[in-house]
Structures are given as structure tokens and as C-alpha cells.
């Protein structure tokens, strides 16, 4: 079993991320997001174990990369989840990294990264930092730390000279579309790029928003199954309402000099950013 896997195996024609790796050093997750899309692909996600073999196996996958490789960790749980705590398998991804010289950007929604500064400041490295609301998330983001403390993270890094930016997703109409300037108030001074997407759920993330969220979903519910489109088993809003939120943060955006990119909305004349993952942030 590989554990380093070219990213975006199913060819999404709306992504626009450069080339790069994907790295999971944990299978599943603790954060226990509604809105997870990888809860629909990975058997019991949210009960996130260990890989097996984990080192041994990426000790002998690196050696097979090019030079210069760009490595993205993670894309469907979270590399500082509460199981590195214990495990450590993310600071020690990040040593062989280290020693390869190579790229690594980090997505996160825990300020335990600031526990691998020693190791990042001596890395060619990205943080960005996932922020998706500062009202709802005790109902929305359950496992995973508060948002203030991911706000507190992201000042650190950047004094400690890490470049930061910003995820703001997924936005869903009617319950943290109206957060979206708040947000990007309180981050402006420490991030260097911020992208954003909407809310595309597969059926069993759109049964858990409804459960805990059902005025909202009943708003919802004809813009996604009767206004929406389908596209690779996610359920997308009507394009023009779609345009209309990424402007949004766009405007945003311009308002406070941020450079930005949207994420799988098919939107690529909006951004500003030179890549929509904030990799271009790595020196």
C-alpha cells in the first residue's frame, strides 16, 4: 500500500492545484467535521488509527520522489489531529522531509502545529490554517480545537517567520456565509493568502448538516437537489449563487490586500493568488 499518492487521483477538471504528493499519516480523523466529504470514501473516518508501518513504508517511498518535490499533508485528516500527540507520525514525516529537501504544505485546523516550529523554521514550508467559523463550530467542528486558538497559531507563525494562510471552508449559505468579513478581519494581519470554497456535500455529510442544523438545511435543500448540479458524487450549488459567495470573499479579500483563489468552484479568473493552494507561499 502506497502512502505518498499523486494528488487528485480522480482528475477533477476543477482543480487547479499545481503537481504535488498527498500524505495522510493518519487514517480517519478526530475533528468529527459535519461538513467532511472524506467520511463518504474512508470506512469509519471518525475513528481515526494509526497506518500501519507508517515509517518504514514512507522511509522507502521518498527515496523514489524527485528532487523538489512538493508534499501536501494532509488532504482528508488532519496531520495534527489528537492522535499525533501520541504517535508523533506528523513531526516525523516532517524529519525525512527535512533531510529531502522537500516542499511540504501543511493543512491544518490545530494549533498543535506550533509544537514542530523548531523543525518548520528550518523547512521549506507552508501552513494553512483552516478556519470555517467563529459561531457554529462546537456544533460543526466538534473534535477539533477552538477557532481562537487557530487564530492565536497563525500569529505565532508568522512571527516565527512561517509563511500562513488562510482556508475559509466551506462556506454554507445561511449559517456562516454572514462570518465571512468577521474572519477575515481577525486574520488579516498574519496571513500572506487565503482560498476559499462552498459547502459541496456527498449524501452522508448532508444528512449530518441536517440533523444538526435543520432550518438551515431546509433553506438549503432546492439550491443543492433541485437548483444544484452533481458533480463527481458532490452536490453543488447553482453556479450564478456559487459566483456570488466566492465574490464575496474576493471583495473581501481586495478590502484587506490579501491574494486570493477558490478551491473546485471553476472559477479561475477570480483568483489573484499564483496558485489556489497557497504552496506558492514555499521559498
Not at 186 to 196: N, Y
Request: glycine residues 4%; charged residues 30%; aromatic residues 10%.
Amino acid at each position: 500500500m502506497a502512502y505518498l499518492i499523486p494528488f487528485d487521483p480522480w482528475k477533477n477538471p476543477r482543480c487547479t492545484c499545481p503537481p504535488k504528493f498527498s500524505l495522510n499519516p493518519y487514517t480517519g480523523c478526530s475533528h468529527g467535521c459535519l461538513y467532511c466529504y472524506a467520511s463518504s470514501f474512508i470506512k469509519d473516518f471518525f475513528k481515526p488509527r494509526e497506518k500501519k508501518n507508517f515509517l518504514k513504508i514512507l522511509k522507502k517511498e521518498v527515496e523514489n520522489l524527485p528532487k523538489e518535490s512538493l508534499i501536501s499533508l494532509s488532504n482528508s485528516s488532519d496531520p495534527y489531529q489528537k492522535l499525533e500527540e501520541k504517535f508523533l507520525f506528523t513531526r516525523k514525516a516532517l524529519e525525512i522531509f527535512k533531510e529531502k529537501n522537500f516542499r511540504v504544505l501543511i493543512i491544518t485546523k490545530s494549533d498543535l502545529v506550533l509544537r514542530d516550529l523548531d523543525l518548520l523554521s528550518k523547512m521549506r514550508v507552508a501552513v494553512t490554517m483552516t478556519i470555517t467559523t467563529l459561531k457554529h463550530f462546537k456544533k460543526l467542528e466538534p473534535g477539533a480545537p477552538p477557532p481562537q486558538k487557530r487564530i492565536e497559531a497563525l500569529k505565532i507563525l508568522k512571527k516565527a517567520k512561517i509563511p500562513v494562510g488562510l482556508r475559509l471552508d466551506p462556506i454554507i449559505p445561511f449559517l456562516n456565509e454572514d462570518e465571512i468579513e468577521e474572519i477575515i478581519k481577525k486574520v488579516a494581519p498574519f496571513i500572506l493568502h487565503l482560498t476559499t470554497s462552498t459547502f459541496k456535500p456527498k449524501i452522508d455529510s448532508w444528512k449530518r448538516i441536517k440533523k444538526a442544523f435543520p432550518e438551515v438545511a431546509k433553506k438549503l435543500e432546492r439550491f443543492y437537489f433541485k437548483e444544484g448540479e452533481k458533480i463527481g458524487g458532490s452536490f453543488y450549488l447553482p453556479l450564478n449563487l456559487r459566483k456570488e459567495i466566492i465574490l464575496k470573499v474576493r471583495k473581501v479579500c481586495q478590502k484587506y490586500q490579501i491574494p486570493f483563489a477558490s478551491c473546485r468552484e471553476g472559477f479561475l479568473e477570480l483568483n489573484t493568488a499564483p496558485s489556489c493552494d497557497g504552496s506558492w507561499l514555499i521559498q
